[in-house]
């Protein structure tokens, strides 16, 4: 359970007294979630979102991240939009932390994500990264390239306490990496952690996107690469063709892709799978036993990484067992 940083109810009567939105009625922490700390509030004017940030978020990102949730929402993606308070602002201090309100999104996210799921998702990437041009701020990716080598300084010492070979498969990887990455692909605002949890559907329908406390500037493709493996692999870390080829039709119905962004998604796949290889086997090994959150397994990042590797382009192979 994400809840990292307890709230009293005095605490949060006083916190919502600063916003008209009525008097507090009820709150509880949300069990979902790995990053920041999360309460459902209800108050007579409605429900909302609470979030406290926590650990991997710099509070100067904040406006960003802000900023970015309402450029968006003005631009007509349905995401959650920060409440200003009686005297404008957005952020706030609680509990010790940075924390903001945001409005309540309806829908759920697809547990099991169907070929459908994957077609609206591309889409509605698309649709994102179209509806991010014109906003005015920058935030470079902290977790992107030239962030994966320090992550994993801080840890290769541990690899064994995970399995067997991964210090050698994340060392190796890392070098084709820095050697290999494209440089001149179409760049823009990225959601950059966009996994189905992310993603709220109402029956088949895409209701909207959340959690964009990831997002930064850097190339398109990246973000589909990040969706390719979070949606279109099974519960059993198999590769499934059919949503990675509604993915990338999804997409490209919006937005067509590039020559250069098709050439270069297996490149990307294998960076976005080392991108939460690294973090989940950081969190993996620095998550204390007793917190009251759930780990994500590396291993299921170690093979996504070892598929890609064996097939060389996930575009090729999707294309080949799709036609
Ligand atoms: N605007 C919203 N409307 C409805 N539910 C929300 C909203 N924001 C967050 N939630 C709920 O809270 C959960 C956790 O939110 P979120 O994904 O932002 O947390 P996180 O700790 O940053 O998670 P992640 O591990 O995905 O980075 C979501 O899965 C969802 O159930
Ligand atoms: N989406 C991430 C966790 C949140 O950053 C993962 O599945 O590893």
Not at 106 to 125: D, F, M, N, S, T
Not at 161 to 181: F, K, N, P, Q, T
């Amino acid at each position: 359970m994400a809840v990292y940083t307890e709230v009293s109810d005095d605490e949060l009567a006083r916190f919502i007294d600063g916003y008209a939105l009525g008097r507090l009625l009820s709150f509880k922490g949300i069990a979902e979630g790995v990053e920041n700390t999360n309460y459902l509030v209800h108050t007579t004017d409605g429900t909302f979102i609470l979030t406290l940030y926590e650990k991997r978020v710099d509070p100067a990102d904040l406006p960003f991240f802000l900023g970015l949730m309402e450029h968006l929402s003005a631009a007509g993606v349905t995401c959650p939009l920060p409440v200003r308070d009686k005297s404008g602002r957005v952020l706030n201090e609680l509990a010790g932390r940075q924390a903001a309100l945001i409005t309540f999104l309806e829908g759920v996210w697809p547990k099991r994500p169907k070929v459908v799921h994957a077609l609206e998702l591309g889409k509605a990437l698309a649709r994102m990264h179209i509806a991010g041009e014109g906003f005015p701020l920058k935030r470079a990716n902290a977790l992107g390239l030239a962030g994966w080598r320090p992550l994993f300084d801080k840890f290769s010492s541990r690899t064994e306490e995970i399995c067997d070979g991964l210090h050698d498969l994340i060392a190796d990887e890392l070098r084709y990496l820095e050697r290999s990455w494209p440089k001149d692909l179409p760049q823009g605002v990225i959601h950059a952690d966009l996994f189905p949890d992310n993603v709220f559907f109402v029956e088949d329908g895409l209701s909207g996107i959340i959690d964009f406390y990831f997002a930064c500037n850097d190339a398109f493709a990246y973000d589909i690469a990040v969706c390719l493996n979070a949606w279109c692999f099974d519960a059993k870390s198999q590769y499934e063709p059919q949503k990675g080829a509604a993915l990338l039709a999804g997409y490209n119905s919006v937005r067509p892709l590039t020559d250069a962004e098709r050439a270069a998604m297996p490149v990307l796949a294998r960076g976005a799978a080392m991108r939460f290889l690294l973090t989940r086997s950081y969190d993996w090994l620095n998550t204390p036993k007793d917190a009251l959150v759930a780990r994500k397994d590396p291993a299921d990042y170690v093979r996504r990484l070892k598929f890609h590797q064996s097939v060389g382009s996930i575009a090729d192979y999707t294309a080949q067992l799709t036609s």
